[in-house]
């Protein structure tokens, strides 16, 4: 159920103003997932994680992150990788005590784990959300490039993809680039990246999915598709 959110309020603010407003949120649930999608998130090898070191390896990446925040990790692709994100203390504190045991996660973690155990070895991949683009590239089954950047018209994302593309030295012929989510213009955006790559597409989360009854429900974010396909 979409809740416009105040965005002059805290995310824990917001949170707290719709458990108050929402009959759904009112209820008691035996799971309860809390997924953020706007906090920094890095991906680290499973064999490279060590808990002691978690803030210090996710701090290098992201040196703006403050004392009130806390670095959560979750496991993802079977335990492949950690995922390494930041989440504000008052936030996570809130949760816990509203939601006993409540497991806050991020919509980078079933989208990799999707991705990777995907029958599709070789995939790039972009995800359009909230004026982000998530970049992904498998190629036989491995994660080999993840990275978010910030879009706010057609032009970045064309600039960030294909500077991805170019980096990765992907092919302008026989290589695919799939799209995914809602950007500026999904149109635009199409043919402004059809003019350098011969093979562009949305993804049809239907056929993608087409095991769930929420495939057919039209705009429900890759993340939430990606979640409920999970065995």
Do not use: I
Not at 114 to 135: G, P, T
């Amino acid at each position: 159920m979409p809740y416009d959110v105040d965005p002059a309020l805290p995310l824990t603010a917001n949170l707290k103003r719709a458990c108050d407003e929402l009959d759904l949120l009112q209820h008691t649930y035996g799971k309860v997932q809390l997924m953020l999608t706007d906090a920094a998130a890095t991906l680290v090898p499973a064999e490279c994680f060590n808990e002691s070191s978690a803030r210090s390896l996710f701090v290098q990446n992201f040196p703006q992150t403050t004392a009130l925040q806390e670095v959560l990790s979750v496991s993802v692709a079977a335990g492949e990788h950690k995922l390494l994100f930041a989440v504000d203390r008052p936030l996570v504190r809130w949760a816990t005590q509203h939601f006993p045991g409540v497991a806050v996660t991020h919509s980078l973690a079933p989208v990799v784990s999707w991705l990777l155990a995907s029958e599709e070895k070789r995939r790039f991949l972009c995800n359009f959300h909230e004026k982000k683009a998530d970049v992904f590239f498998v190629d036989e089954g491995r994660l080999l490039f993840q990275n978010t950047f910030d879009v706010n018209s057609t032009g970045d994302a064309v600039y960030y993809v294909l500077g991805v593309w170019n980096t990765l030295a992907l092919s302008q012929e026989s290589d695919v680039l799939t799209l995914a989510g809602r950007s500026a213009d999904n149109r635009a955006l199409k043919a402004e990246l059809g003019r350098f790559v011969a093979r562009v597409e949305w993804m049809e989360p239907a056929s993608e999915f087409h095991a769930t009854e929420l495939a057919r429900l039209s705009g429900l974010p890759l993340d939430l598709q990606t979640l409920v396909s999970l065995p």
